[in-house]
């Protein structure tokens, strides 16, 4: 298990290295699609009301991988809070919410009149490209993401399911993905082209076991599935964020020590 101080260490390092990927991608893309927003995950998510195992599987891999992730979160939590106060970008985190869901309301709000560039190689968000507006950029490919049948996409993750988040497939039971005496039902392709052939009303679903599972993955799975509270809880975070002044960069990068981004410190 790591220790406090060897987390605590990094947080220089993890503050620069924030802050250095903030100063890039605003560079890359502040003159085409506007300023940059900084989303964030809340502590206890609504997709639990409705699917208590939601990423329980992550949760039980963070218990035994030996890192001490309260504290890693702490020391997130901190870097966070610090940059609220002191950088000139809004800054959004709204209660049992993910970032995900923010990211997802407010692209698909502010397309309606402007572009909108996702920075995230999360694959989740291709199911927002149906949208001209919507582009996504992958941190991870350093490249734009391309879905040339977003809707396809979307019916295709909602019937397999998204085992990392520990959402079985439209056949297999509730608890597949964290129950280690349970495996998930072969997603086979028969069974797959019959379902999607069948989605567009499925009340004709025979199976009412099957009509449970497909409801159940696209709560979970479609960013348009976002409770209407939420999604209002959302578009009024972001409108009454504050945004602080740049005056204040110089002293802030000051105090931590950031002499490297300093010299740079009119590209944030």
Known sequence: MKHRGQIEGNEDFLRSVILSSYKMYRNK??????????CHDSGDVWRRDYFPNYKMNRRNKRDTDGIDWDMA????????DEFIHHLPYKDVRVERTEADDIIAVLAREY??????????????FQQLHDHPNIHQFSPLKKTLVKCKDPKYYLLEHIIRGDSSDGVPNVFSDDDSCINPDKRQKPCLMSKFVAVHTEYKDTSTFQDENLLRNWKRNERIIDLSQIPANIQQSILDAYRDAKVPDRSGLFDYFLSKGLVDLMESIQEF
């Open 73 to 80: 979160y702490r020391v997130l939590s901190d870097i966070r």
């Open 111 to 124: 397309a309606k009149t402007e572009k909108v560039m996702i920075v995230s190689s999360d694959k989740d």
């Open 29 to 38: 893309f502040h003159k085409d699609y506007g300023e940059l927003v900084i």
